[in-house]
């Protein structure tokens, strides 16, 4: 019934991703120095690192997790936020490689007093890293950051603009439940303005031939973000009404008030994703949820507690598989060369 | 004793008489003493210096309303030696500088200070804007009588908005004694609060935060409602939206003392020039909307608009090379504004004498300055320029000492040729092409 453009990717078996075939055959898989955004990558690149993730997990999950793979590359995480959970996949994925990870974590304040963060960039670059992995709290930082050195940039999430390996491990996370994205129907609650993972989604979520919808009070909308792709809706039970994946945002809390919401008790009491909310969707919709969670805020935790329904376990244990699938990618051209 | 000088063979451009003709022009020292098609057609009186010009354009020198300066405070990004050379090579042979300096320009001394520095470089003429509120802060009133003898030809706190109804009430009210005009940044403070583009969906899709265009239009609403309470004189900078524009046109059919300016970016660019996060198009307020654009450009061809100013604000590259959202506003527009308004002309938006009279007669009207026209007893101030001349702007060439402009690399057609102030010539192509 649902018509796509993009073929619509099989539920990929975990294959030795080396030998599935692109569509041109001479073309690499993903013809791509750096992964900034989910914008732009079409639907055939975005299968290509959901399957080769597919094969990563099934690593995952043995005994013996590390290849050397990557031996002898170095991969920074240069944190420019606080992030336990990001980071942490990501030095993992890139040790079950066998790649050298260096951690820096740089409070952005030291960084607007001194040193820009284009020194930062022509500093790390002279020590030849072979993939910087980049968050900053500014949207563009990493792409500015990409521009100024020759190694493979991976946006860990930059301001309120991206967040693409996010929505890859979601992806991969509903395309293991449902076998497919495509017709499925996603709505994605909360701070919809302020997130960069909703934006990712979306973009992701499009592409792949699902539908989309965003609930949030109009104030933790950004203007027209329906012309992203989204059918908008400010009443949770119209939202989720038949909903497939309920995707839940974290609200920061320097937005719990002032003029977005005026306290966390009527957020919750109207955005708030309980069971009672949760009977509008669909009996088997699954719940999601970037974390970490602020129980009795955006979620009951009785909900995101839920083994049958909540995914948010997943989505950690996938993250892993999906960093190390753009790992691979990312560095295929350096290898092969 | 001042030698006489004939400029001939020139298409005299005079948007104020709108003489659009083959003639010459004669300069005794610093003054235009004849001008007209058939003024040399008894030949060149004897003893003067002739200047051929070869059938290219001689129009008054540009006035340009809105130029942001270094100095003092910032002179790394521009001096006003710096500046004057810009404008000099940009055809512009008075401007009018902002207050927004360190320190700020709030008192009869810094309006000394400027007209000092600009009689040391001798280049362009160079008047002070000065503070509406001691200090730009928007809470006290400037002493703006004694600036306004002092030389101060207009009053605004450059890129701050007046934000207090009430100081503004008071400083359209007490200005109108002087006869002076205060001159607004358009944008309601709290509303554009972090805002780094135009509010829309490109801004959503980049995750930065936007400046609601509501927020230029509110503080242009409060402000026509103040004019109409007091009478005072008002002048709304940098118009960049299609309602302000309404608003404006609507003020002047009432018949308010009101005026406003756009400057060529917002006719030119779009907020799509952000592209990739190009901190060379941020701008305040931001660019727009195609729309808006299109706005702009009814509004110059109708009068709404009465002037074109460069708004040239310098930024050296530690201002512009961070993350969007961090980097500092402002292009630098002295050496871009002619062929700028130009390709509007030749794009068939504008007529020349709209185009030439939004950088020349009104904008000195409005800062009541005896300048921008072609007639004998005016100050020789001339800018001579080849309509047809296709050029690459290139920031290497910039006199500016710093090069944020988001035209590098554009292919344009008209260039200024000559510059003359006060009957000196400040700049020349040929003989800086020889250099």
């Known amino acids: 019934m649902i018509d796509s453009a993009a073929p619509a990717p099989a539920p990929a078996p975990a294959g030795v991703p080396t030998t599935d075939a692109p569509p041109v055959p001479s073309a690499p898989p993903f013809p791509h120095r750096d992964l900034l955004t989910i914008q732009g990558l079409p639907a055939r690149e975005i299968s290509v690192l959901l399957d080769l993730a597919d094969s990563y997990v099934a690593q995952n999950r043995k005994r ?85 050195v020759n190694c493979a940039v991976i946006n860990a999430g930059d301001g309120q603009h991206e967040h693409p390996t996010q929505a890859l491990l979601d992806a991969l996370t509903i395309r293991r439940r449902k076998g497919n994205l495509d017709g499925l129907t996603v709505t994605i609650c909360g701070d919809v303005a302020h997130s960069r993972v909703a934006r990712s989604n979306i973009y992701l979520l499009n592409t792949m031939g699902a539908r989309v919808r965003v609930v949030a009070p109009p104030t933790l909308l950004p203007p027209a973000v329906e012309r992203l792709g989204v059918t908008v809706f400010h009443k949770m039970t119209d939202g989720i009404g038949d909903a497939d994946i309920v995707m839940m945002l974290r609200l920061q809390s320097e937005r719990m008030a002032g003029c977005y919401i005026p306290s966390v008790r009527e957020y919750f009491r109207f955005f708030g994703l309980t069971y009672e909310a949760l009977r509008a969707a669909k009996p088997d919709a699954l719940i999601m949820h970037p974390g970490p969670i602020n129980r009795g805020v955006e979620i009951d935790s009785e909900v995101a507690d839920d083994i049958k329904r909540s995914l948010i376990l997943d989505q950690v244990e996938l993250g892993v598989a999906v960093r190390m699938a753009c790992l691979d990618l990312l560095t295929r051209a350096r290898r092969a060369g | 004793m001042s030698q006489d000088i004939a400029y001939t063979n020139a298409r005299l451009l005079d948007p104020a008489s709108g003489l659009d003709a083959p003639g010459g022009l004669l300069t005794r020292g610093d003054r235009i003493i004849g001008v007209g098609p058939r003024l040399f057609n008894e030949g060149v009186p004897p003893g003067t210096i002739v200047v051929d010009l070869a059938g290219r354009c001689l129009a008054p020198g540009f006035v340009d309303m809105r130029v942001a300066i270094g100095e003092p405070g910032e002179e790394h990004k521009e001096s006003i030696q710096t500046a004057s050379r810009a404008a000099a090579a940009g055809g512009v042979t008075a401007l009018a500088c902002l207050p927004d300096t360190d320190p700020p320009i709030d008192d009869v001394s810094g309006v000394e200070f400027i007209a000092r520095r600009a009689r040391e470089v001798k280049l362009v003429k160079i008047f002070a804007q000065a503070a509406v509120t001691r200090g730009l802060e928007g809470r006290e009133l400037a002493e703006i009588g004694l600036l306004d003898e002092a030389g101060a030809v207009a009053f605004t706190d450059g890129a701050t908005p007046v934000a ?67 009478g005072g004189r008002y002048h709304a900078a940098h118009v960049s939206t299609r309602e302000g524009v309404e608003e404006i046109r609507a003020a002047k059919q009432r018949g308010l003392p009101v005026t406003c300016d756009t400057s060529p970016a917002y006719f030119t660019l779009t907020e799509a020039d952000v592209g990739e996060y190009r901190t060379f198009a941020k701008l305040s307020p931001p660019l727009r909307t195609a729309d808006d654009q299109a706005a702009l450009l009814e509004g110059l061809a109708d009068g709404t608009i009465d002037a074109i100013a460069s708004d040239h604000r310098p930024q050296d590259q530690d ?18 504004l002619l062929p700028l308004t130009l390709a509007q002309v030749a794009n068939g938006r504008l007529s020349l004498a709209r185009a030439l009279g939004a950088i020349t007669h009104r904008p000195a009207d409005i800062l009541r300055l005896p ?36 035209f590098h690399g554009w292919k344009v057609t008209g260039r200024t040729v000559r510059c003359v102030v006060d009957g000196r010539s400040v700049f020349h192509a040929e003989a800086a092409a020889a250099n």
């Open chain 2, 164 to 230: 207090d109804a009430r100081v503004m009430a008071g400083a359209l009210s007490y200005a109108s004694t002087f006869g002076t005009v205060i001159v607004q940044h358009p944008e309601e403070p709290s509303l554009a609060r972090g805002g780094a583009m135009n509010g829309g969906e490109l801004s959503t899709r980049l995750g930065l935060p936007g400046v609601p265009r509501a927020a230029e239009v509110i503080l242009i609403e409060r402000d026509l409602r103040l004019v109409a309470m007091t």
């Open chain 2, 319 to 336: 201002s512009k090379r961070l993350p969007f959202a961090q980097a500092a506003f402002g292009i630098i527009g002295l050496e871009t």
């Open chain 1, 64 to 148: 013996d997790k590390k290849t050397s793979l990557l031996r002898g590359h170095t991969l920074i995480n240069l944190f420019f936020e606080n992030s336990t959970r990001t980071r942490t996949s990501f030095e993992l994925a890139a040790k079950r490689l066998g790649a050298d990870v260096i951690n820096m974590t740089v409070q952005a304040s030291s960084i607007a007093k001194g040193e820009t963060l284009i020194d930062t960039a022509m500093t790390l670059n002279a020590m030849h890293p072979d993939v910087l992995v980049v968050r900053h709290p500014e949207s563009g930082a990493v792409k500015l950051l990409a521009n100024k």
């Open chain 2, 371 to 406: 300048l921008g026209r072609l007639a004998p007893g005016r100050a020789a101030d001339l800018t001579v320029f080849d309509p047809d001349q296709r050029w690459t702007i290139d920031e290497a060439g910039f006199r500016s000492k710093s090069k944020n402009s988001p």
